[in-house]
């Protein structure tokens, strides 16, 4: 890989970086959102709908979730439990192994929405469901998803999206997803070199590929962090580069959020942008397969 000529380049350097973004946030294809909607996007790097499903439709989608949570073999990959526990903090690749969420993956409201602002068709590199059960649930620190996409999966430019769907109510107390607004619009190139097989620590707890406090002293320099919140069923629509994390879970309520990342079929993983061999496909799919329409399923 000739890093001179890679925008994105990261994990080079003892120190970190601030590089402009080079790839646009939000197409100009028509679709559900509205021009307010898609400036919005644009502008921020994530946008809030509130109430997008019905109650009826993510309790479903909550029973399938606990399910998977109480039911996982062991022999399975895919699962990942706390550091010291047995708790399980996520579940990996659900596009394919449950009917529930890949027909939900394929709803027009996440789908047509994502395709709108990406402006091709798209595949699923990565679902997940991120438990954070009451009182312990445990934070997730700083981070852009796109800095470990793109050095450790061979993601090459930010044209994918997250969603994150509330399955439980989301409120200041268990643990909100936080977001910079405008952090999409710049790269941070993070210190250090990828330690081999890094994704069987990282997932429980990041030490690589996250920003200093000097580089989010950067980012937030006229800004302030955002936490939308809301009632179940509400989704957030947010750039693969947007810096968020989120505090650990105190309340005695349960955060449950069921995430999909949609990337632009003209944008198919290639060798990973560091010197590893890529993470396993439970974490980055390297087969495209289109995501097609499925009107008004959940």
Request: net charge negative; proline share 7%.
């Amino acid at each position: 890989m000739n890093r001179s000529i890679d925008p994105y380049h990261s994990r080079t350097s003892d120190t970190w970086e601030a590089a402009p973004r080079v790839d646009p946030t939000a197409s100009d294809k028509p679709g559900p959102l509205t021009t307010d909607e898609v400036w919005n996007y644009a502008h921020d790097g994530f946008l809030f709908a509130q109430g997008l499903f019905s109650q009826e439709e993510i309790d479903e989608l909550l029973v399938e979730a606990t399910s998977l949570a109480e039911e996982w073999p062991e022999s399975q990959p895919g699962i990942v439990r706390e550091p010291g526990s047995e708790t399980v903090r996520s579940i990996f690749r659900l596009h394919k192994i449950s009917d529930v969420y890949q027909r939900l993956f394929a709803d027009e409201r996440l789908l047509a929405r994502a395709k709108q602002l990406i402006g091709t068709d798209v595949y699923i590199h990565q679902s997940r469901i991120n438990y954070k059960p009451a009182m312990n649930g445990k934070e997730f620190f700083w981070h852009s998803d796109f800095e470990t996409w793109h050095v450790e999966d061979g993601m090459p430019r930010m044209r994918a999206l997250s969603v994150s769907i509330f399955l439980t109510e989301s409120h200041e107390f268990n643990g909100p997803l936080m977001l910079i607004p405008g952090s999409h619009e710049t790269f941070i190139r993070c210190a250090g070199e990828t330690p081999e097989k890094n994704y069987e620590n990282s997932l429980r707890r990041q030490e690589y590929g996250v920003p200093t406090r000097e580089a989010l002293d950067t980012l937030l320099e006229g800004k302030e962090i955002v936490a939308p919140k809301g009632p179940v069923g509400s989704v957030v629509f947010f750039d693969c580069n947007t810096m968020h994390g989120s505090n650990g879970n105190l309340s005695p309520t349960p955060r449950v959020n069921l995430f999909a990342v949609y990337n632009s079929v003209e944008n198919a993983v290639v060798d990973p942008f560091c010197d590893r061999s890529p993470r396993p496909e439970y974490l980055a799919e390297r087969t495209v397969e289109p995501v097609q329409s499925l009107v008004g399923s959940s």
